[in-house]
């Protein structure tokens, strides 16, 4: 027994060298390996910053159950910028499969004196109702694979999220708002902005700060887009406004971009250039849009609102050149911002609240991000419900002859609600479901005494 141990013990221990040995250079091969790993990733860090693609964000268009828009921004510009679309796979997304889309390029000159390159395509001759992937890029370097989904070529119902002004302290303050707004309503065709994005749109901060707080959202919904005050340079000028979004261009002729309408699924939702509310041209444009309408349903999306509830402010002019329009063609339901307040009319008809089944149409302005103003107290005999000092997201639902609307606070709390039914011949009647509570406060009303005392 003995020679045998010592011979096997002789054995182990040159198995004992063997595998210490093979252990040694293993792990030098591995930390080899994992510094190589590293430095390669690294390097593909560094080039994805420059290179990759970023605020990639989806807008609705005008023939939606057909077509989809994408808008990116790179810092370098390459004439390979391209988008590459594929009908979604149950399994992995094979890239020959992929239709590529060559995009349109426009450089823009931010406020800090960077130039950036906005890029964007139009994916077009889609199915209607089926879901998408694409991604976007130079041909080498992409963003991840996003999905969307065309709309319905038939008035099925569907869901979609409103919004008000987002504007400063974005990213602290707004992000909550509109992740929770996706969460009430996941299955959200897209949302309707009312204006007011940024503060300011040559800060560049601030889009930054726009894009992250909404993260992959933008990627994934598809959003209408309403140019506020803050959106456009004061004399009107568009230039960050249209390079950066790829919006449709049924609009008056040299307004394409900023005044538009989508048809979608029964609803016609009109995107109105508040801050060029008495254009001649916009206003036949606008008639016209009204007038030639195959839509059940009507929406008028502006920022700019027509009963202003933000403390001392008020909109005549908007109300004398505008809203015959509307009672004269039917407009159901205007959204708006602007206001940095809540406030949602009864029916109005000539400047009178009407009945329920009458003729009339219900106003809303709404805030989303954390600018707050006081109330005006001007317009509150046409107000069912009022409020400062909240943030809110709004999720409205068409159904065939509903149209029903809820108002969450940034809590989740329901703070508005109401319903529209319409008959075959168009008639409306309106349903309120408002809860009771405390709100509007006397302590939210702007105060016209204390403010002269204070001067
Ligand atoms: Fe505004
Ligand atoms: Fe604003």
Sequence with gaps: MKPFVSIE???????????????VFASIFVTSQAADQSKKLSEVFSAADDMAPERIFLAVTAEPATSQAVSWRTRPTSNTLQAQIVASPGGPITEDEATVVKAMVESVVYGDGQTMFHAGVVFENLRPSTRYAYRVGDGKIWSEWNHFRTADDKPVPFRFIYMGDQQNDIKSQWSRVVRDALLKAPDARFIVNAGDLVNDPFDDRLWYEWYDAAGWIFRVIPSILTPGNHDLRSNGADEIWRPQFVLPLNGPSGREELSYFVDYQGVRLISFDGNAFDNE?????????????????????????????????????????????????????????????????????????????????????????????????????????????????????????????????ADGKLFDAFEIRKTDLGETRLIDRAPKDEHPREEDFYNEDKSRAAK
């Design 9 to 23: 013990r002789k054995r182990m221990s040159s198995r004992i060298l063997i595998i210490s040995l093979l252990v």
């Design 281 to 409: 041209a916009q206003l036949e444009w606008l008639e016209k849009t009204l007038a030639d309408n195959p839509c059940a349903w009507t929406i008028f999306v502006t920022h700019q609102p027509f009963y202003s509830t933000g403390s001392k402010r008020d909109s005549a002019e908007r109300r004398e050149f505008i809203v015959p329009l509307f009672e004269r063609y039917g407009v159901d339901l205007v959204l708006q911002g602007h206001d940095h307040t809540y406030g949602r009319t009864s029916k109005i008809h000539t400047g009178q609240i009407v009945k329920p089944d009458e003729p009339g149409v219900v106003y809303v302005s709404s805030v989303s991000g954390p600018k707050m103003y006081k109330l005006n107290r001007r317009n509150r005999p046409f107000m069912v419900r009022m409020a400062g000092y909240l943030q809110l997201f709004q999720v409205l639902a068409v159904n065939g002859d509903s149209l029903s609307y809820e108002a969450y606070t």
